[in-house]
């Protein structure tokens, strides 16, 4: 019977393997529904260790989402450790969910997030553990619609062949369709099958369905064109935005693990989307345009989600958190509410900018100032102009000096290496800007004690961007300057001493090249490492290097490419790319010139400062840049009665804010698309 | 100049309660960390009033007695909170229970007695069920391992391996029957160091009679406390007695 618990079946097994409170579910907030009265039942999974898995936000936006739903029933799956895999092969009990420890097989859909390509090799242990054919087209009636989402699925098209369908972009709205599609389908007795099923989601622009498209090839390996092999599918299936944030104020209640992960905090989403127009960042490109959440619904989900959690740690989540337009008051705002209730607030993504340091200050009153961490991404200036990261030396030492004058001790410095244009002299001009750091740090602080840790790692070229015709670095030449850099720097004996050096070799780097611009073809290769024994390839101590080699070699090479041809060949302006029928809204011409721009070192600002530049997302899509200020504080919160105190705020007294979707959230004077604030509210607000 | 905290001194504890505690079903395969981690949430969930450390990173003040292992049930784990206010027990308990995942649960809470929690307990009562394996099997190597002065065991700790004896810590050793195929380790152990855990025990009866279990055992901690003459636990929330049964030390208002 399906829906059953595989529990007393899995519970002896535990005491064998590493770490059982992975796979024992039971998270505060946690759902388990019955499985009879769910019309519509989804697993969602996310392909990586429990620990690294149950913090991601998406599922877990997802998951309450769906679970609000009366007749729908989501629970959740993560990649089991080898261990286990071996004593659940070894028992044939198959993939389960952790909330109830039902079969993965059972479910009407399986939604996989991939945040990193590396996580590919996992979904197929997933599948098979599960009893569900790697190959689509090798599925019926008995299995699970398997969709992938999440900023990998940019590029779905080396797991073409392994999902079903592909949802590109904001998933909150997205699930509630497709749900609707599949109650429908199920409630008519499924008409026409699993096929019906998926053109039906396909023909709504809900999702991309890989197998309702051909792909042709050159003679030369090169892609001829991606054409839709059935009427009525889009040319070119759109990704997803959500407008108003204020209306999806998710999670409500953060998921309270047992167990230890790699994130120890709740997380507030402030704002998606991000126009600073870094060009070598795939999440800034493909979540446009930027859409702030209010101050008031950002207060009411860290007082609700607190109170619901008992987490001592609160993070403002976004691709750059200080550049909320209200940020100054919301830090001040919720560092006054949670002054003595020892909650802690933490930004984890800062830019290089005096300002960062202050909101840094604010939410570190009582705490320890350790450390504060940079991006400057390229060593020299003419580099940093190349990827329109507009830092100055001048900034950086600015910034560090009054962060170090202000009691921080240590500043970590984030930087790329293998990025396009890239020299030696580029990247040893790392080792000058650490220098710089740690005599400024000297100065402004008035003692030796002073530390930098420089953070490296290898630029990938992603789908999406401006980048994405560039030549990625080969292994060699990134290790090289790597080294390079780290003898400049341990030869360095006025500041060398003062100075961490962390990099990671650059092999791995190369392998998520191949499958982040990879075509079809390369489906074959995360088969072959899969069967070869290729698990977790995002943990050095799984990855083999030599293993995805050999499988390139025999997979890739009879086809006339290879894996240089996929990540060290520079791609021309005419060149059909893997993803170009997938529309994310970027306009290909834009991204072509702000490609030529970077190559000749121009910069270009952000717009919501300045005008427009025509990347295409607004009118594709039809949104709008959503940004306030609204002027609104954050009023304390007020207790409410006897036991509470001390505790982390109370979200129901009568002190809180109004509710989420306050419709007159969003005023944007002076920026684009200042006039239609209210239209796009009201939009969403029917939807 | 290094920074300091800013701002008052944290509140002055008032009073200390201990919470007997069980550690149950599927939440037996929690470490020791996971549980404090779950605890000290839940402390926030319920607004228990806690008293902090100083400094630049207070942390609330629990003070926890050795753990039973990752994979060993309970029904008597024990800790000490530092309160900033005063709560009563009984109250403070129930609280705490209710924002507690089920499978932790509160068993009692008591205002903490003058003697340290830590003196009220040297021993532990364990109830180790053995599926799969016979009574008489069982029987024979508790015989066995009970003639000897010394049997010595190796496991692997932080520091490396360790080899300490498991006999000198056994009290009480007793074998019990569930039926014809599941055996009960029924024993008592003192507290010594390293403590002699479950696992420790089982691999005493293999090293001096071989026996293996064929699927993992099931242990579970009945009790922990002062060891009596009469071989049983003392439950350490008990009033303070003396060897003649008068109640010593003093109860916290």
């Given amino acids: 019977m399906s829906g059953q618990s595989l529990f007393p079946r899995l519970e002896p097994l535990l005491p064998r393997v590493r770490k059982p409170v992975r796979y024992l579910g039971g998270e505060g907030n946690s759902q388990v529904k019955p499985w009879a009265d769910a ?54 009990i198959p993939q389960f969910t952790v909330d109830a420890h039902r079969a993965v097989g059972d479910f009407d859909l399986l939604g996989v ?54 949802v590109l972009g904001d998933g909150e709205q997205a699930v509630l369709e497709i749900t609707d599609v599949v109650r429908a389908f199920k409630t008519a007795g499924r008409p026409g099958g699993r096929a019906q099923l998926l053109l039906r989601l396909a023909r709504r622009g809900l999702v991309y369905v890989p197998s309702c498209y051909d792909v042709d090839y050159r003679p030369d390996g090169r892609i001829r064109a991606v054409t839709p092999n059935r009427p009525g599918v889009p040319a070119r299936p759109a990704k997803h935005t959500v407008s108003n944030l204020d209306a999806w104020p998710y999670p409500k209640a953060p998921l309270v693990p047992l167990a230890e992960t790699v994130h120890e905090r709740m997380s507030v989403e402030i704002f998606r989307g991000c126009t600073r127009g870094c060009r070598f960042c795939q999440a800034g490109m493909i979540t446009r345009p930027v859409r702030e959440r209010s101050i008031d619904t950002v207060g009411e989900m860290v007082a609700r989600g607190l109170a619901a959690s008992g987490f001592t740690e609160v993070g403002l989540l976004s691709l750059s958190s200080a550049d909320h337009s209200e940020i ?43 450390g504060l961490t940079f991006a400057p991404e390229g060593g020299s200036e003419r580099l940093r102009r190349v990827i329109n990261k507009m830092v100055s030396e001048e900034d950086l030492v600015r910034t560090v000096s009054t962060a170090y004058a202000q009691g921080w001790r240590q500043v970590k410095l984030y930087f790329m290496c293998g990025l396009p244009t890239e020299t030696d002299e580029d990247v040893l001009a790392i080792a000058g800007l650490a220098r710089e750091v740690i005599r400024a740090g000297r100065r402004a602080s008035g003692h030796r004690d002073i530390r930098c840790t420089v ?71 995360i088969e072959r490492v899969w069967r070869d024994g290729g698990r977790f390839d995002g943990w050095s101590e799984h990855f083999s290097f030599e293993r995805w080699e050999k499988a390139c070699a025999a997979e890739l090479e009879p086809l006339g490419v290879s894996l240089d041809w996929f990540t060290t060949r520079e791609r021309d302006e005419r060149e059909v790319l893997p993803w170009d029928h997938l529309d994310s809204g970027l306009d290909r011409d834009w991204l072509w010139s702000d490609w030529q721009e970077a190559l000749r070192g121009a910069e270009l600002d952000d717009c919501r400062w300045t005008p427009c530049y025509d990347c295409g997302v607004c009118p594709a899509m ?49 920026g684009p698309g200042a006039s239609d604030s209210a239209g796009r509210t009201a939009d969403a607000a029917a939807s | 100049m290094p920074r300091r905290p800013e701002g008052p001194p944290p509140p002055p504890v008032v009073a200390r309660v201990r919470v007997r505690f069980a550690k149950r079903g599927r939440l037996r395969f929690l470490s020791h960390r996971d549980v404090a981690r779950t605890f000290e949430r839940a402390l926030r969930r319920a607004g228990v009033p806690m008293a902090y450390s100083a400094g630049f990173s207070p942390h609330p003040r629990i003070s926890w007695l050795g753990a039973a292992p990752t994979g060993a049930a309970s029904e008597a784990e024990y800790v000490e909170l530092a309160l900033a206010e005063h709560r009563q027990p009984r109250a403070l308990g129930e609280a705490l229970d209710a924002a507690l995942p089920a499978g932790l649960d509160v068993v009692a809470c008591a205002q903490a007695a003058a003697t340290p929690l830590a003196e009220l307990v040297d021993a532990s009562h364990w109830w180790i069920r053995l599926p799969g394996v016979a009574p008489t099997a069982l ?44 055996a009960i380790l029924d024993t008592v152990v003192r507290h010594t160091t390293p403590a002699v855990r479950p696992d420790d025990m089982l691999t005493a009866l293999c090293v001096v009679a071989g026996l293996r279990p064929p699927v993992p055992p099931e242990p579970l901690r009945l009790g922990q406390g002062r060891l009596l003459a009469d071989g049983t636990v003392a439950d350490p929330l008990m009033p303070d007695r003396d060897d003649a049964g008068r109640l010593v030390g003093r109860i916290d208002a």
């Fill in chain 1, 39 to 92: 019309l519509v039942r989804w697993c969602l999974m996310y392909p990586d260790a429990y620990e690294v898995g149950l913090p991601n936000q998406g599922v877990q936006i997802l998951y309450e989402i769906l679970n609000e739903q009366p007749d729908v029933l989501a629970e959740r799956t993560y990649s089991v450790w080898s261990d286990l895999e071996e004593l659940l092969r070894e028992h044939g």
């Fill in chain 1, 113 to 166: 997030s991939f945040s990193t390509e590396l996580g590919y090799t996992n979904l197929l242990t997933a599948l098979d553990l599960a009893g569900i054919p790697l190959h689509a087209a090798d599925r019926d009636e008995r299995h699970p619609v398997v969709i992938a989402g999440g900023h990998a699925a940019f590029n779905p098209e080396p797991v073409a062949a392994f999902v079903d369908a592909v």
């Fill in chain 1, 328 to 370: 100054g008051e919301m830090a001040k705002g919720l560092a006054d509410r949670y002054e003595g209730t020892h909650t802690s607030l933490s930004l984890p993504s800062t830019r290089v900018d005096a300002f960062n340091v202050t909101l840094a200050n604010e939410f570190s009153r009582n705490g320890r100032r350790s």
């Fill in chain 1, 455 to 525: 953070s490296i790692g290898g630029f990938v070229p992603k789908a999406h961007t401006p980048f994405q015709w560039a030549a990625q670095a080969s292994h060699e030449v990134t290790d090289a300057r790597l080294r390079l850099l780290r003898d400049a720097i341990r030869g360095d004996r006025e500041v060398g001493r003062a100075i961490g050096f962390r990099y990671h070799d650059g092999r791995p780097g190369v392998i998520e090249g191949l499958l982040a611009r990879g075509d079809r073809r390369v489906g074959a290769v």
């Fill in chain 1, 622 to 670: 039809g949104t709008q840049t959503q940004i306030g200020p609204t002027g609104r504080t954050l009023l304390p919160l007020v207790s409410t009665g006897p036991g509470r105190t001390g505790g982390p705020g109370a979200p129901d007294g009568p002190g809180a804010p109004d509710g989420p979707g306050a419709p007159d959230g969003l005023g944007n004077p002076g």
């Fill in chain 2, 139 to 182: 029987a024979a190597a508790v015989d066995v391992l009970l003639a000897r002065d010394l049997v010595e065991v190796e496991r692997v700790t932080k520091d490396g391996h360790r080899r300490f004896d498991v006999r000198q810590a056994v009290v009480l050793m007793v074998c019990r029957a569930e039926n014809d195929t599941c």
